[in-house]
Each structure stands twice: as structure tokens, then as C-alpha cells.
């Protein structure tokens, strides 16, 4: 079935980019993005142009309202099985993610979790937190393998991203955490031989588009690291990496070094480090839900910004250090704890993130012949940070089919298909 016709109307703001066809936007130029009042038009699921058609099947009064791209996601740890609320409870009253980990909580529980459930179960979790997602403005996000901890458990974690990819309204892209937390049967070596054959199996399959790691106390070092990017540059994937979350391990150098697509975390950066970063075609991905809820370091968000990164926020949604799948939520977070602009924020969530993804020559921005991926907030876009916990999203457009319209902003939507 085509998707329909769609004219969005008598918009407040509509934001856009400077000009047409920028892969990513440093973030001391988020200043340039457009929020000048103006109309939509979406065509066969695509954007048509910027003003109103009245001959569209579906007309939306958007007066008072932002329209915006809808939220690229891209660091979830989506699909996983279960949730941690118990560990919660450890954490806020005192005891750290190393004795959780050491104490056979952590990534080990969500990886016995993941075991234990069915396929079925497994989807059915990841699909309601997809339509949460999506109630929430998220049009693309990101999946995660990590929780298999052996070679078949990670490939049928890959091969569940697969059919939850199949199974949502979102577009996703799919992510090899082939070192996440080291297997009980192995070393270090000996997991990372066995790394190196599932890497090539999935770049044979194509069941991911990038490789990433864990750097941490608790899991691997820059020699692994360093590995995975070796892997990465011989099989074609984008290399991510998970490091500098609760100890300076000075991994962003060995990152870019490798080439690195990203690094995720950030919290405790070395601040060395942080200009090369900036300066580089790599994308600073900071992740304040996972920083906040485990009373982690603030990432220098605002000398990454000031220093002209490319940089990124993300949900990390995850059963441990962030059950967080609300784009409006960390945008809330970051303009807080890094203090950003809203415009700073919203760029880190859509446009740049899609670069990171590979997409952003198809979604992350209003641009005409993008894919229609829109979202209609319910007011200015200063009120998705200000307005904290309240989710403004009251329609959203993915794919140019309209997938969600909240209950109390039906009567903005006229029109039949
Ligand atoms: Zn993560």
C-alpha cells in the first residue's frame, strides 16, 4: 500500500537545516539550523516540499506546533530479555556497577536472562519497547548483540535484530558488541579468537553493519580495542567503542587511530583528548540517561560542542545502566547536564546520529526527496527539554505513514485515506 498524501500545516516552527544535503553538522554550527514557521508536504513516503498541499489525503493543523525529523536512535541495546530493577535498588543505595559486576549481576544476569527466554519472548519485549519508542518520536534506532556471551548466543542475539527489524515500524541498523563482558569458559585471547571468526561469519551474512567493544576495568582494554579495529578495517564495518564510562582509560586516541564511526560514553574523558576527538570525523556519542541514572561523571558536553564536535545522544537503552527509551527525556538531560541549546541537542539527536548511522543521506533532517520520518511536538521545541517528563510527541510520520497520533491531538488530523 502507498503511503498516503500528507500536508502539514501552519507550523510554529519546522526546522531544518542551513542548506540542503550536509552529511552531519559540527555542533558550533547547530546555531545555523532554520525553526522558521512553514507547511509540509509528504509524497509516496517521501518529503514532497515545504508547503501546504491541499489536495493531501490527510491535512494536519500543526498551529503552535514544532515540526522536527523524527529522533535517530542509535545506541540501544536492543533486543534484550528482562529488566534489572533489583540491581537498581543495590545501586542507589550505594554499591558500584564493579561489585554488581563481581557479585554475578550486571551483563552476566541480562545475558542468563536472554538464554533462558524464547525467541518469541525475546521479540515481544523488544516489539512493545519499539511502539514506546516510536510513541516517543524515534523513527530509526540502532540494535545491539552483547548479551549471547558465547559464539551461538551472539548469533542468534544478531539474528533476533534481524527479525526485530522486520517486525517494527522503525528502520534499524544493526551492531556487532562481539566484547562486551568476557565469557566464563574463556581468556581474553581466547575470546578474541573466537571474536575474530564470529566477525567474519557476520560480515559473510551481513547481519551488521559495526563492530564495537567494551572498554572498562571490568572488560576489555585498548589491546582489544585495538583488535576489534583491526577486524573492523578487514571485514568493512565501522568500528564503535564503548569506553571512558566510569575510568580514564585513554582509549580515544586508539579509537581514532583505528578509525573509529564513534565513542560512546565519554563521561570520563580525558580532557587531552577531547580536541583530537573534536577535530576528527568520528562521532562523540554521550549518553546522559546511563550517566544520570548511574550518578556517573558529566561528559564535557559543552567543550565537545564549543570545540566543534560531531556529537551525538543516545538512549543506550539497556536493562542495566539506562531502561530508558524516550528521545524527549535525554534531550531533556543533555541541555541540562551539558548545557546545550535546544538546537544543539536536537542536532545531536537526529541528523548526526544518522550519520553515524549511514543514513543521513535518507533521514535525519526535513530536506525535500528525504524519507518522510516527522514528528509534530505538541509545542515550540524549547519545551521538549524545559518541559521535563512530559512527552511532547503528538504525531509521528515514519516511513511517510502516519503511526501514531496521541489520543488528545486526534482532532488535528482531518482527511481520509
Ligand atoms: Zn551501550
Known amino acids: 500500500m502507498a503511503a498516503p498524501s500528507i500536508s502539514i500545516n501552519s507550523a510554529a516552527q519546522v526546522l531544518r537545516p542551513p542548506q540542503d544535503g550536509l552529511p552531519y553538522m559540527r555542533a558550533n554550527r547547530a546555531a545555523e539550523l532554520r525553526t522558521d514557521a512553514g507547511a509540509l508536504s509528504l509524497t509516496g513516503g517521501l518529503i514532497d516540499g515545504f508547503e501546504a498541499a491541499a489536495g493531501a489525503q490527510l491535512q494536519i493543523d500543526a498551529e503552535g506546533c514544532a515540526v522536527i525529523p523524527g529522533f535517530v536512535d542509535c545506541h540501544t541495546h536492543l533486543p534484550f530479555a528482562g529488566w534489572r530493577a533489583d540491581e537498581y535498588n543495590?545501586?542507589?543505595?550505594?554499591?558500584?556497577?564493579?561489585?554488581?559486576?563481581?557479585?554475578?549481576?550486571?551483563?552476566?544476569?541480562s545475558a542468563i536472562a536472554l538464554d533462558q527466554a524464547s525467541d518469541d519472548e525475546v521479540i515481544e519485549q523488544a516489539q512493545g519497547l519499539a511502539d514506546e519508542m516510536l510513541r516517543h518520536g524515534t523513527t530509526t534506532f540502532e540494535t545491539k548483540s552483547g548479551y549471547g556471551m558465547s559464539v551461538e548466543g551472539e548469533m542468534r542475539?544478531?539474528?533476533?535484530?534481524?527479525?526485530?527489524?522486520?517486525?517494527?515500524?522503525?528502520?534499524?541498523?544493526?551492531?556487532?558488541?562481539?566484547?562486551?563482558?568476557?565469557?566464563?569458559?574463556?581468556?581474553?585471547?581466547?575470546?578474541?579468537?573466537?571474536?575474530?571468526?564470529?566477525?567474519?561469519?557476520?560480515?559473510?551474512?551481513?547481519?551488521?553493519?559495526?563492530?564495537?567493544?567494551?572498554?572498562?576495568?571490568?572488560?576489555?582494554?585498548?589491546?582489544?580495542?585495538?583488535?576489534?579495529?583491526?577486524?573492523?578495517?578487514?571485514?568493512?564495518?565501522?568500528?564503535?567503542?564503548?569506553?571512558?564510562?566510569?575510568?580514564?582509560?585513554?582509549?580515544?586516541?586508539?579509537?581514532?587511530?583505528?578509525?573509529?564511526?564513534?565513542?560512546?560514553?565519554?563521561?570520563?574523558?580525558?580532557?587531552?583528548?577531547?580536541?583530537?576527538?573534536?577535530?576528527?570525523?568520528?562521532?562523540a556519542v554521550l549518553l546522559p540517561g546511563a550517566e544520570f541514572l548511574g550518578k556517573e561523571e558529566v561528559a564535557p558536553g559543552r567543550e565537545l560542542a564549543d570545540a566543534g564536535a560531531i556529537t551525538v545522544i543516545a538512549t543506550d537503552a539497556n536493562p542495566g545502566t539506562s531502561p530508558i527509551v524516550s528521545m524527549p527525556l535525554i534531550i531533556g538531560l543533555a541541555v541540562r547536564r551539558y548545557g546545550w541549546t535546544a538546537l544543539e541537542a536536537l542536532l545531536s539527536a537526529t541528523l548526526n546520529p544518522a550519520w553515524l548511522l549511514r543514513c543521513s543521506d535518507v533521514t535525519g533532517s526535513l530536506e525535500t526527496g528525504k524519507r518522510a520520518d516527522v514528528v509534530i511536538l505538541d509545542g515550540p521545541i524549547e519545551n521538549i527539554a524545559y518541559r521535563f517528563g512530559h512527552n511532547p510527541v503528538a504525531a509521528v510520520i515514519c516511513g511517510g505513514e502516519l503511526v501514531h497520533v496521541r489520543e488528545d491531538w486526534k482532532e488535528h488530523v482531518s482527511g481520509e485515506l
Open 90 to 109: 543495590l545501586k542507589v543505595t550505594g554499591a558500584s556497577y564493579e561489585q554488581i559486576a563481581q557479585a554475578g549481576g550486571g551483563i552476566k544476569s
Open 157 to 283: 542475539a544478531l539474528a533476533l535484530a534481524a527479525r526485530l527489524d522486520q517486525s517494527v515500524a522503525q528502520q534499524t541498523a544493526s551492531t556487532a558488541l562481539l566484547a562486551h563482558a568476557l565469557p566464563a569458559d574463556y581468556d581474553v585471547d581466547g575470546w578474541m579468537a573466537e571474536v575474530a571468526l564470529m566477525a567474519a561469519q557476520v560480515a559473510h551474512e551481513r547481519s551488521a553493519s559495526a563492530l564495537d567493544i567494551y572498554v572498562e576495568s571490568v572488560a576489555f582494554d585498548n589491546e582489544q580495542l585495538r583488535k576489534m579495529g583491526e577486524l573492523a578495517k578487514q571485514h568493512g564495518f565501522d568500528l564503535r567503542a564503548h569506553v571512558e564510562q566510569f575510568n580514564t582509560n585513554r582509549s580515544v586516541p586508539v579509537a581514532l587511530e583505528m578509525g573509529a564511526r564513534s565513542v560512546d560514553h565519554l563521561a570520563c574523558l580525558d580532557p587531552d583528548d577531547l580536541p583530537a576527538l573534536a577535530e576528527s570525523e568520528c562521532a
